[in-house]
């Protein structure tokens, strides 16, 4: 039994509080009834061991009982939430969905018989050796969503050694691998999972002191808009311990000033991928982009620059792209970085790197520049084509404060100026007067 050493858990732990939602406490006891109570229906609508189930819903009781009931049946899950609205009728006939569970805002719960049959090449072994699947489809950020397909066995095995036992708010997405390591890592540690409603800097910061959050999972754009919004001033965050941020390259600038405000609150890069899971991280310091990754389970090797990863709890490939494994078994993660003895800087995807007149130009150290200015709300560095020198620097800019749009670009580059070699000073400056980054907190490349 997957699910096994989890129930375990939550029977030794049956008047702990395992879900808090919508102020309403849910201990382990409820939870072990409702997940009992997911596997009888899943017996009464006859959904056999591998059914490919699409789950359209957030962090929420039934959710959270259901995705384990599932498991512990062997189905193939496909988690989806309202960030991917717009592609959900995509991704369901990509994942050849064959049965829907719709969780609403109330929990209440639909199901619906779906018009396809699954039979893509990756569900037979699943289905053979009758193990749980997970499908979870990249954010697209900086391009087409991908949709990669794991053996739930090989994710569970990490959470099978004890660790801390906290109290972690599920910011990140419920079809999110971050978000599914936070679910399973508080659960098999008889934690506590507390949900929000809306990921706003108000709503989160609320949370953290009203129960006691020690543990805020979530990314570096989230971060800086905790800042901006001065939030923090508004609500007592003494209970917070550990801040986590991935996903995508923090700005320095961002790291430093958090960790001024907050010295006692731990800072811990981690490192995931929806394709090999997420790594156990350590950062050399609070307020360094230096980080040491890997752990067990994990290999790690640096080639021309780029970070490989080998992973037991790799995917088996993707449903609707070529395999990106070497012909030896590593994942090419397309993110640079520098090394420091055992530990490593992100620089960011090689894809994004501004070649100018052979001088490279990573865009996230060029954001942390800009991010310094006053009334900066978010920044996009990006390449823009050149017949001259290859590619040139530009910048898209939201500001927090109306400024004259003609003289901003020039006030701009003066403060770089200052900072910055000049080949990575933009060029090109557009103020915008929209977000640039998606709901899953993760800035948007796609220029």
């Known amino acids: 039994m997957s699910i096994g050493f989890m129930l375990e858990v939550f029977e030794k732990n049956q ?13 382990y006891n409820w939870l072990l009834d409702r997940i009992e109570y997911w596997k009888q229906q899943i017996q009464a609508n006859s959904i056999s061991c591998g059914t490919v189930t699409i789950i359209e819903a957030d962090f929420s009781p039934n959710a959270i009982a259901l995705f384990l009931a599932l498991i512990d049946h062997a189905c193939i899950l496909v988690p989806l939430t309202r960030s991917v609205e717009s592609k959900k009728t995509e991704f369901i006939e990509i994942a050849q969905g064959e049965i829907s569970f719709v969780i609403d805002k109330s929990d209440k719960v ?53 660790r801390h036992s906290l109290r972690s708010i599920t910011f990140l997405l419920y079809d999110h691998i971050g978000g599914v390591n936070t679910m399973l890592y508080n659960l098999s540690n008889a934690g506590c999972i507390i949900t929000v409603q809306n990921r706003t800097p108000e709503e989160v910061l609320n949370a953290v002191e009203k129960y006691r959050i020690e543990l805020l999972p979530t990314s570096p754009t989230f971060i800086n808009l905790i800042l901006l919004s001065e939030a923090h001033k508004r609500y007592d965050l003494n209970s917070l311990k550990t801040v986590t941020y991935g996903t995508e390259p923090m700005p320095e600038s961002t ?97 994004e790197i501004i070649n100018v007149g052979g001088e490279k130009v990573y865009p996230a150290e060029v954001e942390s520049v800009i991010q310094e200015m006053a009334d900066i709300e978010e920044v996009t560095v990006y390449g823009e084509k050149n017949p001259i020198i290859g590619n040139i620097v530009c910048a898209k800019v939201s500001l927090l ?3 004259e749009p003609k003289k901003f670009p020039s ?11 000049s080949y990575k000073i933009p060029v090109k400056v557009k103020v915008i007067d929209k977000k640039q980054h998606s709901e899953r907190f993760k800035k948007i490349r796609v220029i």
């Open 15 to 27: 008047e702990k509080e395992a879900i808090i939602w919508k102020d309403q406490i849910y201990h």
């Open 411 to 421: 006030k701009l580059k003066k403060f770089c100026r200052e900072r910055l070699e």
């Open 110 to 162: 639909q199901i619906q018989k779906l018009p396809y049959s699954a039979n893509h090449e990756f569900y037979q072994p699943l289905r053979s050796i009758n193990h749980p699947g997970l499908i979870l489809f990249s954010s697209g950020s900086t391009g087409k969503s991908k949709a990669a397909v794991h053996d739930l066995s090989g994710i569970l095995e990490k959470f099978k050694v004890p």
């Open 401 to 403: 404060h109306n400024e």
């Open 255 to 351: 790291l430093k000033r958090f960790h001024e405000l907050f010295p006692r609150i731990k800072m811990l890069q981690t490192y995931g991928l929806s394709e090999i899971g997420i790594l156990r991280s350590k950062s050399k310091n609070s307020d360094s982009l230096w980080v040491k990754v890997g752990g067990e389970g994990f290999e790690t090797r640096i080639v021309d620059g780029i970070l490989q990863i080998k992973a037991k709890s790799a995917m088996m490939g993707y449903l609707n792209a070529s395999s990106p494994f070497t012909d030896d078994g590593w994942f090419h993660t397309g993110d640079a970085v520098e090394v420091d003895g055992e530990y490593v800087k992100i620089l960011g995807r090689k894809s």
